[in-house]
């Protein structure tokens, strides 16, 4: 079964075709950081209009990467939400266009099952399984029993970390997406400043970043105020070894309470370096999975891996009354 995915909820016009819910033939990424980056984040109504000038672009050249034709693709998987509206929109109305002429069926998949099931193009899903999303706007402990069963253990009650990450990032100077640069200056620093792990005794599965955040933005405005020099790289290096610290102690409460078979972390934030090391080293009983690093940020390889299981699961596909949703609840959704 060949199906065309769509992603358009944020910054990344992107279009791909798998096989069988498991091969990628093809995976366009139209980035439009380097346009964003002037203004220090994304500007929803510059990322609406950069959708519309590559998303027809980005669709052909996804079916020709795949050697194929429109008329081979057997179901269009399109991110319904959640995200930007103006974003989500342009995506979900090119799939509905392509849907109709070339009357293909179209299915409506929520982007942070596509996060979850980017783990899957790689190593395959054993169930249960507990799935740790981390990105821009996610931090969730989400139980998996079985395909496209999603069950919400703990969420952030503010902040997620990737905001956390960018927004101490534009504090400290650098440019954005500021998560990816804290991760490369803390891999050359040592944590010598001591930061708080907000809620990492807490008995529950919900995470809170935003004290951290002002705790480190405080500090930093402080130590300028009176002249002292930072060190860069230990104030990354002490932020993330904070934020880890708490996203590793709470997935591994997870993993005892529930018994699961694998861990799977999924989002933007699973290319974190420091992540990725404590978390292999803190957890050796059973299989912990980040996907290749070029399915971790937001791309259509995810969501068309993603519609495919959805679609085997429910047997069901939109029409084209099918919408975009700025916030849209995964566990209800679905
Ligand atoms: O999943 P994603 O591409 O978009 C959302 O759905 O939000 O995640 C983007 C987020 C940004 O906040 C970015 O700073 C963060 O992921 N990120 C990282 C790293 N790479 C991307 N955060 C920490 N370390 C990284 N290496
Ligand atoms: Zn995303």
Same mark, same amino acid.
């Given at each position: 079964m060949y199906v065309l995915g769509v992603e358009t909820s944020c910054d990344e016009t992107s279009v791909s075709v798998t096989l *069988? @819910?498991? $091969? $990628?033939l093809s995976n366009v990424v139209l980035s439009q950081i380097d346009i964003h980056k002037e203004y220090g984040g994304v500007v929803p109504e510059i990322a609406s209009r950069e959708h519309i000038k590559g998303i027809t672009v980005v669709f052909d050249q996804a079916i020709k990467d795949a050697n194929l =034709? !429109? =008329? *081979?693709? *057997?179901l269009i998987a399109v991110? =319904? @939400? %959640? @995200?930007l509206i103006g974003s989500l929109l342009i995506g979900v109305n090119a799939a509905k266009v392509v849907s109709l002429n070339y009357n293909i069926p179209i299915i409506g998949v929520h982007h942070i099952s596509g996060h979850i099931y980017a783990s899957h193009i790689e190593n395959d899903m054993q169930f249960p399984l507990i799935a740790l999303v981390v990105s821009g706007g996610h931090t969730e402990l989400i139980l998996m029993k079985e395909h496209f069963s999603f069950e919400k253990l703990g969420e952030t009650q503010d902040d997620a970390v990737g905001e956390a990450y960018d927004k101490v990032a534009r504090v400290l100077g650098? %440019? !954005? %997406? @500021?998560g990816p640069v804290v991760d490369k200056l803390a891999r050359s620093g040592k944590a010598e400043y001591h930061f708080p792990r907000p809620m990492i005794d807490s008995k529950d599965f919900n995470f809170s970043f935003s004290g951290l955040k002002s705790h480190v933005i405080n500090l930093n405005h402080n130590m300028k105020q009176r002249n002292e020099e930072i060190n860069i790289e230990n104030f990354c290096a002490s932020f993330q070894d904070a934020v880890t610290d708490v996203l590793v102690q709470k997935t591994i409460e997870a993993k005892n309470q529930y018994n699961v078979k694998q861990i799977l972390v999924a989002g933007g934030v699973a290319a974190n370096s420091g992540l990725r090391k404590k978390m292999k080293e803190s957890i050796t009983d059973i299989p912990v999975y980040f996907p290749n690093m070029k399915y971790c940020t937001d791309n259509a390889a995810m969501i068309s891996i993603a519609g495919y299981h959805k679609y085997q699961k429910t047997k069901k596909v939109d029409d084209l009354m099918l919408n975009g949703s700025s916030r849209l609840n995964l566990v209800e959704e679905n």
């Amino acid at each position: 079964m060949y199906v065309l995915g769509v992603e358009t909820s944020c910054d990344e016009t992107s279009v791909s075709v798998t096989l *069988d @819910g498991k $091969v $990628v033939l093809s995976n366009v990424v139209l980035s439009q950081i380097d346009i964003h980056k002037e203004y220090g984040g994304v500007v929803p109504e510059i990322a609406s209009r950069e959708h519309i000038k590559g998303i027809t672009v980005v669709f052909d050249q996804a079916i020709k990467d795949a050697n194929l =034709e !429109y =008329e *081979d693709i *057997d179901l269009i998987a399109v991110t =319904e @939400g %959640p @995200g930007l509206i103006g974003s989500l929109l342009i995506g979900v109305n090119a799939a509905k266009v392509v849907s109709l002429n070339y009357n293909i069926p179209i299915i409506g998949v929520h982007h942070i099952s596509g996060h979850i099931y980017a783990s899957h193009i790689e190593n395959d899903m054993q169930f249960p399984l507990i799935a740790l999303v981390v990105s821009g706007g996610h931090t969730e402990l989400i139980l998996m029993k079985e395909h496209f069963s999603f069950e919400k253990l703990g969420e952030t009650q503010d902040d997620a970390v990737g905001e956390a990450y960018d927004k101490v990032a534009r504090v400290l100077g650098l %440019p !954005y %997406p @500021g998560g990816p640069v804290v991760d490369k200056l803390a891999r050359s620093g040592k944590a010598e400043y001591h930061f708080p792990r907000p809620m990492i005794d807490s008995k529950d599965f919900n995470f809170s970043f935003s004290g951290l955040k002002s705790h480190v933005i405080n500090l930093n405005h402080n130590m300028k105020q009176r002249n002292e020099e930072i060190n860069i790289e230990n104030f990354c290096a002490s932020f993330q070894d904070a934020v880890t610290d708490v996203l590793v102690q709470k997935t591994i409460e997870a993993k005892n309470q529930y018994n699961v078979k694998q861990i799977l972390v999924a989002g933007g934030v699973a290319a974190n370096s420091g992540l990725r090391k404590k978390m292999k080293e803190s957890i050796t009983d059973i299989p912990v999975y980040f996907p290749n690093m070029k399915y971790c940020t937001d791309n259509a390889a995810m969501i068309s891996i993603a519609g495919y299981h959805k679609y085997q699961k429910t047997k069901k596909v939109d029409d084209l009354m099918l919408n975009g949703s700025s916030r849209l609840n995964l566990v209800e959704e679905n």
